[in-house]
């Protein structure tokens, strides 16, 4: 067996014609591909490429072998054989070539590898060069691209870093221009990021007579601060549209609204943009790394704090804050029997915004998630205690003292919000949030999702500081805490001193981390079947975000576009902000009117986060042949809004005969129907396969 030494080769390399190769690249292949040892100086089962010089001289070293060289002259591809001896050197190329004519199946196999060669190269750069935004494999882009954008992004931080921040839209429009074309407006309700462009038409910025997104110094004149921004942070896109929100105009659209931010390592956080709900609110954006306030240019610093929040416990993920700093679970004072208390004169004026996050064991449970006190039996206390479905329905009780016309309990409901009178069945093991507002002198208040407030029977007294504050127990007495909760858990307590802004309460009751969900479809969403199944991952998920749902059996895709729009000027209108899921599974319409239809609701939606799921075939509703083309109709023109079931279904087939046959027919097998004449999702695989659908979607597009 040869050895593995390297032999030198040097010399003019010539052609059998004796025309020397200048300046080309040989392509060495050895012909007997044989494994070798881990480590060793040549990998034998892949291509060597040299260089000879202008002189055509080679000089290189390889070990042992039979070798196919490959050189491309100006004619043609040439092919030669070399054969490198296990001897002492050097050895000229002149020496070594063979005559014999080379093996076809060889040859074949030294194109193939040359091609992959060559092809693996191109791929390599375009891996390295290819243009910005132009794709080297879906949704992927090269290091160039990469390093642009980075570029670019650290540019735009720069300038906004630099950017004056000014108060008022008459301060902006006073600005020079020559010194700054970027700039940051705090206007209450008018927040935001402006450039300058001197080419807006005075048409153009006098149609926008509330200056939402044109702030023109002099309204006879071209140029204004565009509120439309691109500054390589992806697209700093605010909507040109405004929502009216209980009376205030908050910007949203693209840019959704929350309450708190997601941690900023997620993949999908990179380049991503959210107005932080407060007071007053602020443009975050996140580097991949950490999160910054674009509004005024600090690292948002702890991420996880809600905004405007005193203190915050969350018991799941081990975060901890009160007193203006960051605590530890250690911080806490352990409670005999279960729960924690801590002793912290709560400094507030009169107005306590209380969240609360817990999921239960049983359909009732027994003791208290949160409670404060002043000292008791004389002075105030907060108890939020136990209650259960069969007696009460989803809600939970408080119990406040002092209250007018006398102490006594409170009921906040926690329920997912419905338009429709079916029966809410809720899993026992779901996660639920309740907010309450407490304001001395005023009524107590509770919000249920997507930002209901609603009134108490009681007023309350005159609130005084909290001495001691119980966690997942009974703070009341003198002594030690007690009563803690039993079959519940209490995953997170958030306390505010101050009144919240309308779109903060929204983002604080229903949407967290993310956008709250309205479902909207006919008789597929009856009894809440799919509604739960999705609350039920959004638990799994470890997920807690606002849901709501309208619905009605044997109602068209047109008539669900008439409820949604019937939404105006009602408390409903609120979810137009929500992401819409199109839910109409019994779909009876053309793919026009169902195109029409959701042109209709998209003039009212205030973003771009909506999904269309794909409707199930029936045999009583659809003529299942003309399917495929209505549904591609509808796709094509859904673009990435479609969310795609009928394959996915037929995947979900149990390979029973009555299954496969369904699917045969081109429908959703049994085993997800109520029956095989009833193409209903059933409560139980049905309605997990199709809120499976809906969660992926939105977290496919980074909507949960």
């Given at each position: 067996m040869?050895s593995e030494t ?15 190769v200048?300046?080309?690249?040989l392509?060495?292949f050895?012909?007997r591909?044989?494994?070798i ?8 089962d ?13 000089d290189c070293?390889?070990?042992?072998g ?16 070399l054969?490198?001896?296990d ?7 002149a ?7 080379i093996d ?10 040359q091609a ?14 290819e ?12 290091a ?11 540019a ?5 870093s630099q950017?004056p921040?000014v108060?008022?839209r008459a301060a ?6 020559g010194?700054h ?5 705090n ?5 935001g990021?402006f450039?300058?462009?001197a ?6 910025h006098?149609?926008d007579a509330?200056?939402?997104t044109?702030?023109a110094?002099?309204p006879a004149a ?11 942070l992806g697209?700093?896109?605010e909507?040109a549209?405004?929502r ?5 105009a ?16 997620l993949?999908?956080n ?18 991949g790394?950490k999160?910054?306030?674009?509004t005024?240019g600090?690292?948002i ?16 993920e081990g975060?901890f804050y ?7 679970l250690g911080?806490?004072?352990a409670?005999?029997?279960?729960g924690?208390?801590?002793n912290?004169?709560l400094?507030f004026?009169?107005t306590?915004?209380?969240q609360?996050?817990w999921?239960?064991?049983a ?5 208290h998630?949160?409670?404060w006190?002043?000292?008791h039996?004389?002075g105030d ?7 259960d479905?069969?007696t009460?329905g ?5 119990y406040l003292?002092?209250?007018?016309p006398s ?8 329920a997912t ?6 029966a809410v069945?809720?899993?026992a ?5 309740s907010?309450?507002?407490m304001?001395s002198g005023e ?8 930002g209901?407030?609603?009134?108490g029977?009681l007023?309350?007294?005159?609130l ?7 966690f997942?127990c009974?703070a009341?007495?003198?002594?030690d805490?007690?009563?803690p909760a039993?079959?519940a858990?209490?995953?997170r ?9 309308a779109?903060q309460?929204a983002?604080?009751?229903?949407s ?21 199944r ?18 009605a059996?044997?109602?068209?895709l ?6 949604y729009?019937a ?13 819409l899921?199109i ?13 029409e239809a ?5 003039g ?5 986060r ?5 409707a199930?075939?029936?045999?009583t ?14 796709k094509?023109w859904c673009?990435?809004?479609f969310v795609?079931?009928?394959?996915e279904?037929?995947?979900e087939s149990?390979?029973?005969?009555t299954?496969?046959?369904?699917v ?7 085993s ?14 049905g309605?997990q ?9 939105l977290?496919?597009r980074?909507?949960?």
């Amino acid at each position: 067996m040869p050895s593995e030494t390297l032999r030198r080769i040097t010399g003019a390399f010539k052609t059998p014609a004796g025309e020397l190769v200048r300046n080309k690249s040989l392509s060495f292949f050895k012909t007997r591909r044989a494994a070798i040892p881990q480590g060793a100086s040549v990998v034998l089962d892949e291509p060597v490429v040299f260089q000879t010089d202008a002189d055509g001289v080679l000089d290189c070293e390889l070990v042992a072998g039979n070798y196919t060289v490959l050189v491309r002259l100006a004619d043609a591809d040439r092919y030669f054989r070399l054969i490198v001896p296990d001897s002492a050197g050097p050895h000229t190329p002149a020496s070594l070539m063979d005559a014999a004519p080379i093996d076809e199946g060889v040859l074949t196999l030294v194109q193939q590898a040359q091609a992959a060669a060559e092809a693996a190269r191109d791929l390599a750069e375009q891996w390295a060069e290819e243009d910005e935004d132009s794709a080297v494999a879906s949704g992927q882009f090269s290091a160039k691209h990469h390093a642009l954008k980075a570029a670019a992004s650290a540019a735009a931080a720069a300038a906004v870093s630099q950017a004056p921040v000014v108060a008022t839209r008459a301060a902006l429009k006073a600005i020079g221009t020559g010194t700054h074309t970027l700039a940051l407006l705090n206007e209450p309700d008018r927040e935001g990021l402006f450039e300058w462009d001197a080419t807006v038409l005075v048409a153009t910025h006098q149609a926008d007579a509330q200056e939402i997104t044109f702030v023109a110094p002099d309204p006879a004149a071209n140029g204004a601060w565009v509120r439309h921004a691109r500054l390589g942070l992806g697209s700093l896109v605010e909507p040109a549209r405004v929502r009216d929100l209980r009376g205030l105009a908050v910007a949203s659209g693209a840019v959704p609204v929350v309450s708190e931010l997601t941690d900023p390592t997620l993949a999908g956080n990179r380049g991503r943009r959210v107005i932080l709900a407060g007071q007053p609110p602020i443009l975050a954006w996140c580097d991949g790394a950490k999160w910054w306030d674009l509004t005024g240019g600090a690292e948002i610093t702890p991420w996880w704090l809600p905004r405007g929040a005193v203190l915050h416990c969350d018991f799941t993920e081990g975060r901890f804050y009160w007193d203006g700093a960051e605590r530890v679970l250690g911080d806490l004072t352990a409670v005999a029997g279960g729960g924690y208390s801590l002793n912290w004169d709560l400094d507030f004026v009169d107005t306590i915004w209380l969240q609360i996050e817990w999921s239960k064991d049983a359909l009732a449970f027994a003791g208290h998630l949160f409670s404060w006190t002043s000292g008791h039996p004389g002075g105030d206390r907060i108890e939020l205690s136990d209650a259960d479905v069969a007696t009460y329905g989803d809600a939970i009780r408080w119990y406040l003292k002092p209250a007018t016309p006398s102490a006594g309990y409170q009921w906040a409901a926690t329920a997912t919000r419905s338009d429709n009178t079916d029966a809410v069945w809720i899993h026992a093991d779901q996660r639920k949030r309740s907010v309450v507002r407490m304001k001395s002198g005023e009524v107590f208040k509770s919000l249920a999702d997507n930002g209901d407030l609603v009134d108490g029977t009681l007023s309350l007294g005159t609130l005084a500081v909290p001495s001691k504050i119980g966690f997942g127990c009974r703070a009341w007495a003198a002594g030690d805490p007690d009563l803690p909760a039993s079959d519940a858990t209490l995953h997170r307590v958030t306390i505010w001193t101050q009144d919240l802004s309308a779109p903060q309460i929204a983002a604080v009751s229903g949407s967290g981390v993310a956008a709250p969900v309205h479902l909207l479809g006919d008789s597929f969403l009856n009894l809440h079947s799919v509604l739960g199944r999705f609350q039920q991952r959004l638990q799994t998920e470890g997920k807690m975000l606002g849901i709501s749902q309208d619905h009605a059996g044997a109602s068209t895709l047109t008539q669900q576009a008439a409820r949604y729009a019937a939404y105006a000027g009602t408390e409903r209108e609120r979810w137009w902000d929500a992401t819409l899921v199109i839910v109409d599974g019994g779909l009876t319409e053309t793919a026009e009117q169902a195109i029409e239809a959701m042109r209709t609701m998209l003039g009212y939606i205030r973003h771009d986060r909506w999904l269309y799921l794909q409707a199930a075939p029936s045999a009583t509703l659809d003529p299942v042949v003309a399917l495929p083309e209505r549904d591609a109709i509808i796709k094509a023109w859904c673009g990435d809004h479609f969310v795609s079931t009928l394959a996915e279904a037929w995947a979900e087939s149990d390979g029973s005969p009555t299954d496969e046959d369904q699917v045969a027919l081109g429908r959703w097998p049994v085993s997800l129907t109520v029956s095989g004449a009833d193409f209903h999702p059933n409560a139980t695989l049905g309605a997990q396969f199709l809120a499976g659908r809906i969660y992926d979607a939105l977290e496919a597009r980074g909507w949960v």
